[in-house]
């Protein structure tokens, strides 16, 4: 019998947990309580990588609420130039940063994400997520949930980094995600195994800040529930 | 990103006196950010001595990767700072001579859109010229194959492939075939670009298929590569993947397996203005049709 990566063994799973009739933060907490089941080793990697960067306050120099939101100028997956103007212009927006095409929980939250935009866009309200991938795998992430707004690619997480939001994975958790089959290099086009914080930012048209949610812990994301009534309330 | 920054000038420095004041913080922020960063990194960067601090292995290690996270920082909050409607965004480009300027200008014209002050200046010239121009500073960016020079600033990014192929004029006698071999070759002129990047790889493969004394013709730039091509002075051997080829015919040479690689370069160290930092993003992130990387990892 052949070993299986852990990312082969898990895709069932990813698919039953992105499927499930409940809020996002019920789904996730199922992936990662299924990650804990099949592979304590790996659960426990991640909690010591979420450890030290909550110890060392990881996204805490991010824009907060009341300050503006940095201007960027970003390639989304068809490659045409997205700037952030460019989005406000048809009103307030939610920007989503997400690790890659190739991480479970993006996946789960792009596709929480897509239908949330279904809810919205007739309200002038948007999102937008940012992915440090290149275009062809934004393409993947973005049809792998049927997303209908942009993902943009920033490359070497360079707007991630210049905001605070890109942290090291760091040896331990590289080769943990290199044997479970987990390579974001490859996407990235860069070897340096930086990474972003997937935080959500809701921005007005003026380019403040409205609400935020980041958390170092990347099981962890902006509930949409939450993420609707700051699109909403904002303008 | 003040980690980073107080790191690198700690390494400069190897004085933490030193680089507090460099930084313009207070000794005691300097140290803390650096516990942070080493908190992060998952190890001690620096041995910290009176007067002389030194990298630890894994300072020396996270040191290149570190630097250029914080020159890639930096370039995005030059781009934030210069998104302003109309301002004019200059951007110098060489691109090697061999290499077909159409698979570009659709990144060039989005370019164009999104900063409509955009101030192009496209220069050209043999490998060793883009190499120079980048140098001196000259080119912010270049495309090119192999740059066969080492110099530790040069950054290569990899776009994509180009297989070389035999190219015939609609009219000679081989122009109907698919393939050919090198036996085919024996009673052809031969067109060399005397200054294709690639013309030292090229000879040594014909070489090699026993063509040695071939009768060549020699040119120096790839227009009149073309021209002869189709005039019908010859055969050449070259990369075909972006180029245009009305009025001639692509055959493959069987057992050649030469192809280039075509990069963009930059210089490290060099701050990058919003267009040269946009267009080399674009350039990087785009899916390049004849682009050999692998596929999206999906897992099943």
């Not at chain 2, 075509?262 to 701050?271: C, H, I, N």
């Amino acid at each position: 019998m052949t070993e299986r990566a852990l990312s082969d063994v898990l895709e069932a799973v990813f698919v039953r947990c992105r499927d499930l009739e409940a809020p996002l933060e019920d789904r996730l907490k199922a992936f990662t309580d299924e990650v804990r089941r099949l592979d304590p080793d790996f659960a426990a990697t991640v909690d010591a990588l979420v450890g030290r960067l909550a110890e060392i306050d990881a996204g805490a120099t991010a824009p907060k609420v009341g300050e503006p939101m940095p201007r960027f100028l970003l390639p989304d997956e068809q490659g045409r130039l997205v700037r952030l103007d460019d989005l406000l212009g048809e009103g307030p927006v939610a920007i989503a940063f997400h690790r890659g095409h190739w991480c479970p929980y993006c996946r789960i939250n792009i596709d929480a994400l897509a239908r949330a935009e279904g809810e919205v866009a007739a309200e002038h309200r948007h999102i937008a997520a940012i992915v440090p991938d290149r275009q062809r795998f934004a393409i993947w992430l973005k049809s792998d949930a049927k997303a209908p707004f942009p993902v943009l690619t920033d490359m070497d997480n360079g707007y991630a980094m210049s905001i605070g939001l890109a942290i090291s994975v760091g040896d331990k958790m590289k080769h943990m995600m290199v044997s479970s089959r987990w390579d974001p290099s490859v996407s990235q086009g860069s070897d340096n195994w930086m990474l972003p914080i997937p935080a959500t930012f809701i921005v007005g048209t003026d380019g403040i800040v409205r609400a935020r949610f980041v958390d170092p812990d990347y099981r962890m994301r902006m509930a949409i529930e939450d993420l609707l009534a700051a699109l909403r309330s904002a303008n | 990103m003040h980690q980073i920054r107080y790191f690198l000038a700690v390494s400069e420095t190897l004085n933490l006196t030193k680089a507090a004041e460099r930084c313009n913080v207070a000794q005691p922020s300097l140290t803390r950010a650096i516990k942070a960063l080493e908190t992060e990194l998952g190890g001690e960067l620096l041995r910290r001595e009176r007067s002389l601090s030194h990298l630890t292995e894994l300072g020396q290690r996270v040191l290149p990767m570190l630097r250029q996270c914080y020159e890639t920082a930096l370039t995005a909050k030059i781009v934030a700072a210069s998104i302003r409607k109309g301002e004019t965004a200059p951007l110098s480009l060489a691109i090697s001579q061999t290499v077909a300027l159409r698979p570009f200008t659709p990144k060039l014209r989005e370019l164009s859109r999104a900063l409509p002050g955009l101030q192009l200046k496209l220069l050209r010239g043999s490998v060793s010229e883009v190499a120079e121009y980048l140098k001196s500073g000259v080119a912010e960016l270049a495309i090119a194959g192999p740059l066969g020079e080492a110099w530790s600033r040069f950054d290569a990014f990899p776009l994509f492939e180009e297989r070389f192929h035999l190219v015939v004029s609609r009219t000679h006698r081989l122009a109907r075939r698919t393939s050919a071999e090198f036996k085919d070759l024996a009673a052809e002129t031969l067109l060399i670009h005397t200054r294709c990047e690639m013309v030292e790889a090229l000879k040594s493969r014909l070489e090699a298929n026993g063509i040695l004394d071939t009768a060549a013709h020699q040119v120096a730039t790839q227009e009149d590569l073309l021209a002869l091509l189709k005039a019908n002075l010859g055969v050449a051997i070259i990369p075909v993947g972006a180029m245009e080829t009305n009025g001639l015919q692509r055959i493959l040479l069987k057992s050649l397996n030469l192809a280039r690689r075509v990069s963009v370069f930059t210089v490290a160290g060099r701050p990058r203005a919003i267009a040269c930092a946009t267009l080399l993003n674009m350039l990087r992130a785009a899916d390049w049709d004849f682009d050999s990387a692998t596929e999206p990892q999906r897992a099943h």
